[in-house]
């Protein structure tokens, strides 16, 4: 119970699909926020969660191409193998309604790895809301960030760095840091 004796309960969920197209592209599309807010005061109101409707375009431009010839153990047959890409430049256009909002938001994002630890990343807005009105380069969204992957081949687990940095309407700065460690076992 809150210090205004309101308190809430909800349930929501996301679904989504990834997919390849044209062995060039990868066609992805979610929705978020499917679910509704219940809310514990006189009234009991119920409320439907702004949902958001994201689908985006992307592809990876390798700057080499790894792969190697082994046979296989199975019958001898030759096949090759082809590695990821350690240097890349990974392109990406999205778009993003949420129910609320008059204009969808179409987002450019590039992520580009110069070397097999350090990854930089940025995006922007090309087309979106400003203020209730559709406009070209809105400035409503735009991040940038940085990873770095600790190399460190002794331990029995990798870790990654990683720093984004985002518009923020609410931060009285308007901008937004936001410091990660990922471990994967």
Known sequence: MGALGLSG????FDAGARLPFANMFTFGASVQNIGF??????SRTSESLPFMIRAGLSTEV?????????????IGEVETVYQPP???????????????????????????SPT??????????LLGDTFGSFSIFPMSVFSGGASYRIAANELPFTMQLDYAAMNDMIIPGGLSHHFSVFIEL
Not at 9 to 12: L, Y
Not at 37 to 42: D, G, S, V
Not at 98 to 109: A, E, S
């Open 9 to 12: 309960s909800g349930f929501a």
């Open 37 to 42: 807010m219940q809310w514990n005061n006189a």
């Open 62 to 74: 390798p700057f080499e191409n790894t792969s190697y010839e082994s046979r296989t153990a199975a």
């Open 86 to 112: 350690v240097h890349y430049l990974l392109v990406s256009l999205d778009g993003v309604f949420v129910r609320g909002n008059n204009n969808p938001t179409v987002m450019l994002g590039a992520e580009y």
């Open 116 to 125: 097999e630890l350090f990854q930089v990343r940025g995006g922007l807005a």
